[in-house]
């Protein structure tokens, strides 16, 4: 019976890799196109930052809702609406021939981000049932992250060479609509049902409070980068604080009215233990290197290096060091799964931080050569990768029973808004710096510096939170009465 459910936990984790592969592919794919999609539009490049801002938005408010509604409902089945929801987007942006229309789409196509929570917590209610819920989630997680920077670098290399093949821009956008398709059957078909909480009540009021605080907290984070962009007056920036005030307020509301509700949408006081508040912080703390400095670091590498700084890559070049980072968060996806077997996941996690904090570190002082940033963004990259699996994982096994989805997903929330927040105060330092760079469109060295050095600071400040976690956390144990 044990090797049984063994080999359905083995198969269960092969159709999740699968999953994650095309969550990859979405991720990368539409990356190399963006010059050719605002020309089919005629939209500008500017533009495109509302794409990224749409989807950002609606990330930060589904994945708490439907992870909750998976540890309610079943989490096959609301892994099964997220996965339709983004193959219809996908398929809308196919046929979407204006800004609006694309916009929209592209932000519905943002439902992919809830698939990794939900599959955490298959994996851990699966094991649970052999008391191995812990460890297994940790290697299967590890796993899974490994297929999702896969698809990214199969995704961002097929694009370009897809579009040129065909010269069609419609018809290389079905490739990735295609792929989600296929990723419905995948669902409907072999992935088995988790078993849900009986709770059937969902806190409405809480839902509808969670989505307008994370509304006008983002909205605002989104704006304020937009100004640093285009350089906007100081009224605007009345406007953005006024914004995110009141979003933080709705925020403070909602925790008020979940402490007090039956049945909350988001349990603050789970989120409160010991063993679980680390890890939601350092999942914000590490969403902003991990999803704030891509676009600085990209942009630095452009810049003409004739200013004294900067690498002067062309955009080939430029691909190459990103792919270079994905390969690196494979790396240290596939260690932390392995290493997690014989070292406290505990010191892992720390080490990994660290990892981080030093990666970009070694930017303040190492910055002017091709390899220096390839090094440092190597080790950084090692660090995220064993974080981004090990995250979720660590959540769940925080968890009581019927939490699991919450808790994964709330570090996917929580990286989000770590990654909005850092890469709207980056724009604005960038910006600020332009300048100081006379007759240069280039930020200025010291805004790249300030970007790197809070980069460095989160994951620092993460592996001392992580110090906090009780020396037992995360480790195979029968779960709590």
């Given at each position: 019976?044990?090797?049984?459910?063994?080999?359905?936990?083995?198969?269960?984790?092969?159709?999740?890799?699968?999953?994650?592969?095309?969550?990859?592919?979405?991720?990368?794919?539409?990356?190399?196109?963006?010059?050719?999609?605002?020309?089919?539009?005629?939209?500008?490049?500017?533009?495109?930052?509302?794409?990224?801002?749409?989807?950002?938005?609606?990330?930060?408010?589904?994945?708490?809702?439907?992870?909750?509604?998976?540890?309610?409902?079943?989490?096959?089945?609301?892994?099964?609406?997220?996965?339709?929801?983004?193959?219809?987007?996908?398929?809308?942006?196919?046929?979407?021939?204006?800004?609006?229309?694309?916009?929209?789409?592209?932000?519905?196509?943002?439902?992919?981000?809830?698939?990794?929570?939900?599959?955490?917590?298959?994996?851990?209610?699966?094991?649970?049932?052999?008391?191995?819920?812990?460890?297994?989630?940790?290697?299967?997680?590890?796993?899974?992250?490994?297929?999702?920077?896969?698809?990214?670098?199969?995704?961002?290399?097929?694009?370009?060479?897809?579009?040129?093949?065909?010269?069609?821009?419609?018809?290389?956008?079905?490739?990735?609509?295609?792929?989600?398709?296929?990723?419905?059957?995948?669902?409907?078909?072999?992935?088995?049902?988790?078993?849900?909480?009986?709770?059937?009540?969902?806190?409405?009021?809480?839902?509808?409070?969670?989505?307008?605080?994370?509304?006008?907290?983002?909205?605002?984070?989104?704006?304020?980068?937009?100004?640093?962009?285009?350089?906007?007056?100081?009224?605007?920036?009345?406007?953005?604080?006024?914004?995110?005030?009141?979003?933080?307020?709705?925020?403070?509301?909602?925790?008020?009215?979940?402490?007090?509700?039956?049945?909350?949408?988001?349990?603050?006081?789970?989120?409160?233990?010991?063993?679980?508040?680390?890890?939601?912080?350092?999942?914000?703390?590490?969403?902003?290197?991990?999803?704030?400095?891509?676009?600085?670091?990209?942009?630095?590498?452009?810049?003409?290096?004739?200013?004294?700084?900067?690498?002067?890559?062309?955009?080939?070049?430029?691909?190459?060091?990103?792919?270079?980072?994905?390969?690196?968060?494979?790396?240290?996806?596939?260690?932390?799964?392995v290493t997690s077997r014989r070292v406290s996941p505990r010191l892992a996690l720390i080490a990994a931080a660290v990892l981080v904090g030093v990666g970009y570190a070694l930017f303040l002082p190492?910055?002017?050569?091709?390899?220096?940033?390839?090094?440092?963004?190597?080790?950084?990259?090692?660090?995220?990768?064993?974080?981004?699996?090990?995250?979720?994982?660590?959540?769940?096994?925080?968890?009581?029973?019927?939490?699991?989805?919450?808790?994964?997903?709330?570090?996917?929330?929580?990286?989000?808004?770590?990654?909005?927040?850092?890469?709207?105060?980056?724009?604005?330092?960038?910006?600020?710096?332009?300048?100081?760079?006379?007759?240069?469109?280039?930020?200025?060295?010291?805004?790249?510096?300030?970007?790197?050095?809070?980069?460095?600071?989160?994951?620092?400040?993460?592996?001392?939170?992580?110090?906090?976690?009780?020396?037992?956390?995360?480790?195979?144990?029968?779960?709590?009465?």
């Amino acid at each position: 019976m044990g090797s049984s459910t063994l080999g359905i936990t083995a198969g269960l984790i092969g159709w999740f890799i699968v999953v994650e592969l095309v969550s990859g592919i979405l991720q990368g794919f539409y990356v190399p196109l963006f010059s050719d999609i605002v020309v089919q539009l005629g939209i500008r490049d500017a533009d495109v930052n509302w794409f990224e801002a749409g989807q950002l938005l609606l990330s930060a408010l589904v994945v708490p809702i439907l992870a909750k509604l998976g540890d309610m409902f079943g989490h096959k089945r609301i892994l099964l609406v997220a996965a339709v929801l983004t193959a219809l987007a996908s398929w809308g942006l196919v046929f979407a021939d204006s800004f609006w229309t694309f916009l929209l789409f592209w932000s519905l196509q943002g439902f992919y981000v809830v698939w990794l929570p939900l599959e955490v917590a298959l994996i851990f209610e699966r094991g649970r049932e052999q008391n191995r819920g812990v460890s297994l989630t940790r290697r299967a997680a590890g796993l899974l992250v490994v297929g999702l920077e896969a698809g990214a670098i199969v995704g961002a290399l097929a694009a370009g060479r897809i579009y040129a093949a065909t010269g069609d821009l419609g018809l290389t956008l079905m490739v990735p609509a295609i792929a989600v398709s296929l990723v419905v059957i995948v669902i409907w078909l072999w992935v088995p049902e988790s078993t849900p909480s009986g709770e059937r009540r969902l806190d409405t009021v809480g839902v509808i409070l969670l989505a307008w605080g994370l509304l006008l907290v983002t909205g605002a984070l989104a704006w304020m980068r937009l100004i640093g962009e285009l350089g906007l007056g100081a009224g605007t920036w009345a406007g953005v604080a006024a914004l995110f005030v009141l979003g933080v307020g709705v925020l403070v509301w909602f925790v008020r009215h979940e402490l007090r509700h039956r049945h909350p949408v988001v349990d603050m006081r789970v989120l409160a233990r010991p063993d679980m508040w680390p890890v939601q912080a350092t999942a914000f703390l590490i969403g902003i290197s991990l999803l704030g400095a891509q676009g600085p670091l990209s942009t630095y590498a452009g810049t003409d290096s004739s200013l004294g700084y900067g690498l002067g890559l062309d955009a080939t070049e430029r691909s190459y060091v990103i792919g270079l980072y994905l390969v690196s968060l494979i790396v240290g996806a596939v260690l932390f799964a392995v290493t997690s077997r014989r070292v406290s996941p505990r010191l892992a996690l720390i080490a990994a931080a660290v990892l981080v904090g030093v990666g970009y570190a070694l930017f303040l002082p190492f910055h002017l050569e091709v390899w220096q940033v390839l090094l440092n963004l190597s080790i950084a990259g090692i660090g995220c990768g064993a974080l981004v699996g090990a995250m979720p994982a660590a959540a769940a096994a925080a968890a009581p029973f019927g939490k699991t989805g919450e808790a994964s997903g709330m570090t996917n929330t929580t990286k989000t808004i770590g990654g909005a927040f850092s890469s709207a105060v980056f724009g604005v330092v960038l910006a600020a710096g332009a300048g100081a760079v006379a007759g240069q469109t280039a930020s200025s060295l010291g805004g790249y510096l300030t970007v790197w050095a809070i980069c460095a600071a989160g994951g620092f400040l993460a592996a001392l939170l992580l110090i906090l976690v009780p020396k037992v956390a995360f480790a195979d144990a029968p779960p709590e009465a």
